[in-house]
């Protein structure tokens, strides 16, 4: 089993800025892949970017590419999601997730999951 905890979310201005955090504990050898999802009131949850744990392989959503960047230190297992130019169509919750596979955007493909943070985006 692999336990993910995030922390990061919080309030902030359109334009502004935040980075949410995603420590993984346990059998963390299993994971292949990290990724981010969110999930905005009334809407289905989706895909926002991945990494591949070893090479570091970059997948973004077309709607965060250029402004957020996600990235990984695997000595401490965790992995980040930096959040530039925030807008006001990026509020929702969002998520951590580890997968065995690497470069997958379902998330059905992800097999552990964090509680989620929310992130909120005032005009």
């Known amino acids: 089993q692999v336990q993910l905890v995030e922390s990061g979310g919080g309030l902030v201005q359109s334009g502004g800025s935040l980075r949410l955090s995603c420590a993984a504990s346990?059998?963390?050898?299993?994971?292949?892949?990290w990724g981010w999802f969110r999930q905005a009131p009334g809407k289905e949850r989706e895909f926002v970017a991945t990494?591949?744990?070893?090479?570091?392989?970059?997948v973004y959503a077309d709607s965060v590419k250029g402004r957020f960047t996600i990235y990984r230190d695997n000595a401490k297992n965790k992995a980040y999601l930096q959040m530039n130019s925030l807008k006001p169509e990026d509020p929702a919750v969002y998520y951590c997730?580890?997968?065995?596979?690497?470069?997958?955007?379902?998330?059905?493909?992800?097999?552990?999951w964090g509680q989620g943070t929310q992130v909120t985006v005032s005009s």
């Open positions: 997730a580890a997968a065995r596979l690497t470069g997958r955007r379902r998330d059905s493909d992800y097999t552990y």
């Open positions: 346990g059998r963390t050898f299993s994971i292949a892949g």
């Open positions: 990494i591949n744990w070893n090479s570091g392989h970059l």
